[in-house]
């Protein structure tokens, strides 16, 4: 079986198209030609073979390809470029630690990693830092002293430096990868690449299929209409051109960005910057999305209402990844969206409101409303929406004038770019015009 595996090797990225089976080993040396990694066992217990994985010291003969979906694979070739490689060489030459050479690259790795973790390690540490790496030749003796010389060579910086991007092309490898690096999750980058920071570590999700993924599953039958599955990493664009997707949340797509933000921007991006001003995040508000938080504890679903907790702070650990978002999709249903912006391109909201409404056999089984941009989190409320349900529309346009009066005391807008007078006109206006287009008679 052949796969496509995305690793960085030496800290370039490379792509692998060969048996998930194969040793990294053998890879390594007979299509990359890095014979610095030597095979003596193939078995674990030589050292030979030994590369750093991820900064961490690993027996590459023992490291299946199909494992290293977005990792990083450090050989003594790419060590050799550092300065820590020149100092520890030093050293082994100072103290007569090399006779054939043939465990030295794997003993060299073995050093890098003990002193990336303790600079100063006592005889004791260096022994069992390279117990795993057999030399035939030269003796122990020499080699301690070679490590420790060179622990006390001052103002090196011992910390291996690996690139700064993983690129997993598993959700598991995705997952593993968060867990233990806390590097920044993104797919788009519309947003985070503008304070793009080059001593962070990122986590490019884009490669990872099933957060691509648009579906419908039909087996949940609390909503008539099931619930659409929508992987974090889909783009406006493609939720645009999606025939399953409601039309309400391909409005508000369009009204992200231009055509080349759109190309790039994720849904998941837009949920999780935890804007009240995400056209987005707010029609996921209205249609009561859920959330599938993935670590490696599991999956968490989460209500989208309980992941915005205040303004920019999110219900989301550190090793969590927003996976997949699940909107109910209902039949019978109408919907109503607004967003008022500078312009028409590139704007951020001043105001958005959107509201959608179910009639099923002559009466309102659903009824919502969502406001953007108005306060520091985006306002959904359920409590006075509530005023309409199992009304007929004739019956609804009696309680309209109720119904506005909860809203205008419920709606409190902030003072942002516009006076907070200038939204609350605005969106009570916009509120009404809902009004007008939703609680009409169905033809
Ligand atoms: Fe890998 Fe010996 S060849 S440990
Ligand atoms: Fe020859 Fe170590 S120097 S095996």
Known sequence: MCTSI???????????S???STRLLQVLRDEYYLTGSKCGCLEGECGACSVLLNGKLVNSCLVAMGSLSGAHVLTIEGYANTEQFHVLSEAYRSESAVQCGFCI????????????QNSTPTDEEIRTAISGNLCRCTGYQAIVRAIRKASLVEGIDWTIHTSNLWIPITLESAVVTIAYTKAVPYAGGTDLMVQANESIEY???????????IYLNQDINQHTGGILRIGAAVTFAELIAHPLVPQILKDACREVGAPAIRNMGTIGGNIANGSAKADVALIC???????????IRGVRNLPIVDFYQENKILDLQEDELLVEILLPIRSHTRYFFHKVSARQALAISRISVAACITVFEGRITHFASAFGAITDVILRPYEIDQLFIGLTIREAQEVRLQYLTAMHLFIQPIQGRVSAEYRKDVCMNLLSEALDQLLIEAD
Do not use: W
Not at 105 to 116: F, H, T
């Open 105 to 116: 690259p794997g003993m060299v790795l073995a050093s890098a990693c003990l002193l990336a």
């Open 18 to 20: 060969g048996n998930p």
């Open 285 to 295: 508000r209205l249609l009561d999305a859920s959330l599938n938080l993935h670590s």
């Open 6 to 16: 995305i690793f960085q090797l030496n800290q370039t990225i490379t792509e692998y």
């Open 203 to 213: 986590l490019y999700l884009g490669q990872i299929a099933e957060m691509r993924e």
